[in-house]
């Protein structure tokens, strides 16, 4: 079946900095990648979409500016988190698209602390 | 407003008890998709549903699309507590929503030996 990886799969970070979360898909390509946000016991909040070679579209609400993504390849995506406070702490979930098929798959998630 | 509703959103039942999640909308959805989340992990795909009245059955699960290809339900037989995780329902809708999946708010099922 179709993998999707990300990296790191946790990071502790300091209040000011940036992290980046790298989000690939191993055996397919995808033209689409999503980026979720997960509070614990709910369900996934889709942050934003990314399409290969052009700009994310972000869902109301959520800063382009605080989370920046770049979807340079047709399998690679990352996120970067800017000077991220202890709010921005949660567990950030990519999936990717397959070209073909309309069926997302999803990777391991990444959580990210920030003290 | 929620496009999907899901229920129930907690479930804490014994081993070898059977359970229904149902999954709703008043929206149409061209598919509907089930996962199931363990804690410190992403969604895992179980099924896609995409015609309407369609059932799938995946061993102890079993899964239905409305015929309205609005509601969805999945039903477990016999739960084990392997079985215990996150179950979230999502489907492609149409409109501002078109080519984004939009999630249920889950059901957190607890299976005890």
């Known amino acids: 079946g179709a993998v999707v990886s990300q990296h790191p799969s946790r990071v502790i970070c300091k209040s000011g900095t940036s992290v980046k979360i790298e989000c690939r898909s191993l055996?397919?390509?995808?033209?689409?990648m999503f980026w979720y946000r997960q509070f614990p016991k709910k369900s996934l909040m889709l942050m934003a979409t990314?399409?290969?070679?052009?700009?994310?579209?972000?869902e109301q609400g959520v800063e382009k500016d605080k989370f920046l993504i770049n979807h340079a390849s047709l399998t690679l995506s990352t996120l970067t988190v800017t000077s991220a406070h202890p709010e921005d702490s949660s567990f950030y979930i990519c999936?990717?698209?397959?070209?073909?098929?309309?069926?997302?798959?999803f990777g391991p998630g990444t959580r990210l602390t920030v003290t | 407003t929620q496009l999907l509703e899901q229920s129930p959103q907690f479930l804490s039942i014994q081993e070898g008890e059977n359970l229904t999640v149902y999954c709703n909308s008043s929206?149409?959805?061209?598919?509907l998709q089930w996962y199931r989340q363990e804690p410190g992990e992403g969604p895992v795909l179980l099924v896609t549903?995409?015609?309407?009245?369609e059932v799938k059955k995946l061993k102890r699960l079993t899964f239905q699309f409305g015929d309205a290809r609005k509601d969805s339900s999945l039903h477990i037989t016999a739960a084990q507590p392997g079985d215990t995780g996150l179950y979230l329902c999502?489907?492609?809708?149409?409109?501002?929503?078109?080519?984004?999946?939009?999630f249920g708010q889950g059901t957190i099922l607890t299976v005890h030996p």
């Open positions: 549903v995409v015609t309407g009245g």
């Open positions: 929206s149409v959805f061209s598919s």
């Open positions: 999936s990717a698209r397959d070209r073909a098929y309309h069926e997302q798959y």
């Open positions: 055996d397919f390509q995808a033209t689409t």
């Open positions: 999502a489907g492609y809708a149409g409109g501002t929503s078109y080519g984004k999946l939009t």
């Open positions: 990314s399409n290969e070679g052009s700009k994310a579209t972000y």
